[in-house]
């Protein structure tokens, strides 16, 4: 049976992280207070304290759920490589998938938005490249492991291969958006086309020689 109390919770601390983001993501960290997260969230501002104690506590939460979120979103859309899937359509459906969750405005507005303040936050950063690019090439490194032993991927340092696959994937895409802004994140098509060269060079490199 549902404890009426831990739900009663449970909805104010989502309140509160929903307020938090838009606002955060609106205005920036220091132009956001504590008092419009609760007054957005309808809580009072003691039970903001209650649920994370800082400012910084709150925002952090907020980049390691939303950049979380996205890299669970990544494992589920993508399987594993097992049995005889063919490495193109794995590295294809891999691309495809990372760039589609990833080319968002808001996750692209959160980039900036830590960037902006990690030197003052650096645990900022850390979390934001842990739950994001880390995961992906750790990820990678793993499937390439796999390829490896069919043959279908030759390199010594399969971490190294993972990282090369992942920033030709997100470099030029990402680094677009955050210096010229919301308008430069490519449409759907051009991201499929995108991923698609990024694997065609990736294989060339590092693919089944003939």
């Keep these: ?44 501002k003691q039970t903001v304290y209650a649920h994370f104690g800082t400012k910084e506590a709150l925002f952090l939460d907020i980049v390691t759920g939303m950049t ?40 692209m507005q959160l980039r900036r938005l830590v960037i902006g303040e ?6 900022l950063g850390k979390r934001l490249h842990a739950k994001g690019p880390r995961r992906s090439i750790d990820r990678l490194t793993k499937a390439f492991a796999h390829y490896r032993e069919s043959g279908d991927v030759e390199a010594e340092d ?21 210096l010229l802004g919301d308008q430069a994140i490519p449409d759907a098509a051009a991201l499929r086309s995108h991923a698609r060269e990024s694997v065609r060079i990736f294989l060339a490199a590092y693919g089944r020689k003939p």
């Design 1 to 44: 049976m549902t404890n009426p109390v831990e739900t009663r919770t449970t909805r104010k601390r989502q309140a509160i992280l929903a307020a938090a983001t838009e606002l955060f993501l609106q205005r920036g960290f220091l132009a956001t207070n504590m008092d419009e997260v609760a007054a957005m969230a309808g809580v009072s």
């Design 68 to 107: 979380g979120v996205a890299g669970d979103e990544l494992e589920e859309q993508v399987a594993d490589p097992v049995g005889g899937r063919p490495i193109g359509d794995f590295l294809n459906d891999f691309a495809e998938q990372q760039l589609a969750i990833v080319m968002t405005p808001r996750l």
């Design 118 to 123: 990690a030197e003052r936050f650096p645990e």
């Design 158 to 178: 399969l971490r190294a291969a993972a990282s090369c696959f992942n920033w030709l994937v997100m470099g030029e895409p990402v680094n677009d958006a955050m």
